[in-house]
């Protein structure tokens, strides 16, 4: 069965720090990946999501993952935290054309 | 402004009553989804359709029911039977499911309590 691991349920980071966000999937087949990000009392919005093609993908406020097939990784980076970055982080993958599975989050913390 | 809206934004529950949470969309998309968010489980998915008048169970359906009468709308009823309702609850939709990469457009959700 497919399944997505996020490592580190909270993240902090200085103002102007890498963000590095760690996901995880597990499937025998190649996946669709997602990033998704959820501000607080609020809805998932897209950030970024890998179908085929090039391994670097390029999402909004100048996140990207890396699909890296030989890891199963696609790992959401950003060089430089903002403070309006706080928020929590979904990775979620779909494979074939079934449901999409969400991994359980991470809330990632900005620190002036 | 194309979206989906969903209400009431908090809803409280009294033991054994049923509550109905609404989602509309007009977005023309087939596709919607009920997701439940608990505090570190991520999201899991209660019910889908991807047809009118059509849909399917999730990986957590029980105690939950589902109806879709309309492209538009895709309401979820809490029944008596969830034992443990209390949750923020996320409705969905999506273009059909084809290619896989769909991307999801969520509502802004709405924060269930038990009284």
């Known amino acids: 069965a497919q399944s997505v691991t996020q490592l580190g349920s909270h993240v902090s980071v200085s103002e102007g720090a890498l963000v590095l966000l760690r996901c995880n999937y597990s499937?025998?087949?190649?996946?669709?990946l997602f990033w998704y990000v959820q501000y607080p009392n609020q809805g998932l919005q897209l950030l970024l999501k890998?179908?085929?093609?090039?391994?670097l993908v390029k999402g909004i406020n100048g996140f990207e993952a890396e699909f890296k097939k030989s890891e199963t990784s696609f790992h959401l980076t950003k060089p430089s935290a903002h403070m309006s970055d706080a928020a929590e982080y979904f990775c979620a993958v779909r494979i074939n054309t079934d449901k999409l599975i969400f991994g359980t989050g991470t809330r990632l913390q900005v620190f002036p | 402004d194309g979206g989906i809206t969903q209400s009431p934004k908090y809803l409280f529950r009294k033991e054994g009553q049923n509550v109905t949470l609404s989602c509309e969309q007009n977005l023309n998309h087939d596709a919607m989804y009920w997701y439940r968010q608990d505090p570190g489980q991520g999201l899991r998915l209660i019910y889908y359709s991807q047809i009118v008048n059509d849909f399917q169970k999730g990986d957590i359906a029980e105690g939950y029911s589902v109806s879709r009468e309309k492209k538009e709308s895709f309401p979820l009823t809490v029944t008596s039977a969830q034992k443990n309702p209390t949750a923020f609850y996320l409705c969905?939709?999506?273009?059909?499911?084809?290619?896989?990469?769909?991307?999801?457009?969520f509502g802004s959700g709405t924060q269930l309590s038990v009284l």
């Open positions: 890998y179908t085929t093609g090039a391994t």
């Open positions: 969905a939709s999506s273009t059909i499911v084809g290619s896989g990469g769909e991307k999801l457009f």
């Open positions: 499937s025998s087949v190649p996946p669709y």
